[in-house]
């Protein structure tokens, strides 16, 4: 599983980063540090990438699961 998220929609909520702190950390003006970036989810970590992608009030995490590739 991928995990992505869209520069242009990230409002830095933190919702995605309170809900997934094993994958995903804030920079310094409160943005997930992922943006613009596609990254591996770790086995075993697919379900709080789910709820991080949920939870997002702007949509701008983006989930691919390797089926899906």
């Known amino acids: 599983?991928?995990?992505s998220v869209d520069a242009?929609?990230?409002s830095g909520h933190g919702?995605?980063?309170?809900?997934?702190?094993?994958?995903?950390?804030s920079?310094?003006?409160?943005?997930?540090?992922?943006r613009g970036?596609?990254?591996?989810v770790p086995q075993g970590s697919e379900s709080a990438a789910r709820d991080a992608a949920?939870?997002?009030p702007e949509g701008a995490?983006?989930?691919l699961d390797r089926e899906d590739s």
């Open 1 to 3: 599983m991928k995990m």
């Open 15 to 25: 919702r995605c980063y309170a809900l997934a702190p094993a994958l995903l950390e």
């Open 61 to 63: 995490i983006n989930i």
């Open 8 to 10: 242009d929609r990230c």
């Open 54 to 56: 949920a939870w997002c």
């Open 37 to 40: 970036s596609m990254v591996d």
């Open 27 to 34: 920079d310094g003006d409160g943005f997930v540090t992922i």
